[in-house]
Each structure stands twice: as structure tokens, then as C-alpha cells.
């Protein structure tokens, strides 16, 4: 079986991730009592905070019969410089999957280039996959297929977003980007999105008529020391009551998280009857489950190849 990862979401076929959906919310109904992964151990090296992604992966690898180890940079010796090229020969001859959550793209790049077991981005400054397997099987649960649909995605254009642009184009949704200047995503997920990212500067206009309104933070992890120049940019880009009353009126609301409360998001919206973020914080652990099972599962029947 040829060996796979999930560097970026777009190492996914469309039937794939649809699939992966489904089995998501079957996880999600039969919770325990199915242990595919016995035996199997995750290893998760976290150089970042983790909430959700940490406790996701952890309590889905039990869940599945397995463990996972959580390994920060102070526990392991790639903290003290060894290369990523041996850190990850060595690691992948141990564990039978590798989780990372990293500074740099790169970093898990190279992991994947030099494992022998499957690597999964756990969140870098490029993107965050496993978050949109969350985020599309909460959309699927509430509304159905999002094909032809079109999502505002409003602030910065940022880990998060790039992999909202992967997702447009493997689910084909319009994602319509509403950022200040000198904060728009990369052209590399421009281009990916194949047409389907259409980028703005007027938060309003990206929420006209809009079927679910997503924002992040302002300043992302490692960009802290940005954060005063960062509030004056994004002024204007708080997605609150009057701007998701121009969304559809079924339109949904989704955060990652964490939130900040008076800044992208307003409490009121965060806590609306609009907003699903509970749901979407909670199906990373279904999400990801369906994904380690993709990953580990000698012919699993969703796999391309
Ligand atoms: N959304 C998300 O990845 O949360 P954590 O940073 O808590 O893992
Ligand atoms: N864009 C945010 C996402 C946190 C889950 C960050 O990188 O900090």
C-alpha cells in the first residue's frame, strides 16, 4: 500500500474527502466500541499551543485502540538541533503515524519527504488541513453538500484561509476573501482554488448573500508582536450582527478558535443561533479519526491509491 500523507488538503481527492465526511459523521454516531488501530502508536510534536488538535488526535487514537505520545520541543532533541531529515527516519522506525503542528511549512515537508509511516499537518504557518475536514463535516451535517455554495471568509489571509481555498476548489464552493491590503493569501492558493477564490477588501461585500461566514484570529500564532499593528489594520473586519445580517439567512458561522471576543468575532455572533463553532471544535475528533483510519488501515476502501 503506497504510503500517504496529509501535508495539505490537497492531497485529496474530491471522492476521497467527500468520503471522509461521511465516515466522520458515522464515527461521530458509534463514538467507542471500534478499535481498528490497536496497537498503533501517533506521535504529535507540537512546536505551537494546541487545545483542539492535541486532545482531538490524543482521545481519537484511544478511542481507535491505539495511543499517541504528545512530544513538545523541549522533549525531544530536534529542540536542540538534531536534523528533521534524522529526527524523522529515526521516529517514523518507531511509531506507525506522525502528527506535527510546526512553525515552518517546511518543516512538515520534510518530515513527510523522509518518514516511513504517514505524516499529518497538524496546523503550520502555510495551512491547516485537518481543520477543514472539521469545519466541512459540520457544514455537511447542518446544510448538506456545499457545492455551488458560497462561503465569506473575512480577515486575514492566512493558514486558515489557504486551506479554505484548497477546500473550494476539491468541494467547488465560491470562496469570496475579504481582507485589508497587504493581507491577502498567497497566489500559490489563489491559483489553487482554480477561480473559485474571489478576493475583496469590503467585508460587506463578501457577506452579501453568503451561505456561512468564517473568520480567525488577526495575528496567528508566532505573530504576536503584531498584534497593535494588526488590530489597526483589520479595523472594520469584525464579523458582528450587522455584517452577517447581509449573509443568507440560513447562513451558518464557523472559528476555528480560539476566539477573541470584541475583535474578528463579536460575542453575540460567537454565541448566536448562527454560530456552529461547538460542533466544529468538536467534529475535529470525528474528522480525525475518519482520517487516521485512512491513513492506517491497510486497504481502506475510501483510498485512490
Ligand atoms: N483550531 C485549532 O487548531 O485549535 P488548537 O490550536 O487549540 O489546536
Ligand atoms: N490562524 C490561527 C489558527 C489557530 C488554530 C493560528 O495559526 O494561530
Redesign the pocket.
Known sequence: MPLRHLVNLSDLSQAEFKGLLERATELKAQRTGHEPLKNKVLAMLFEKSSTRTRISFETGMIQLGGAAIFLSPRDTQLGRGEPIEDSARVISRMVDCIMLRTHEHRTVELFAQHSSVPVING?TDQS?PC?LLADMQTYFEHRGDIRGKTVAWIGDG???CHSYLEAASLLDFTLKIACPPSYEPDQQFMDKADGRGVLMHDPKAAAEGADLVVT??WA??GQEEEQSRRELAFRGFEVDDQLMSRAAQDALFMH?LPAHRGEEVSASVLEGPQSVVWDEAENRLHAQKALLEFLLIEDHPLREH
Open positions: 496546523l491547516h481543520q492566512n493558514n486558515m480567525d484570529v496567528s500564532m476555528c
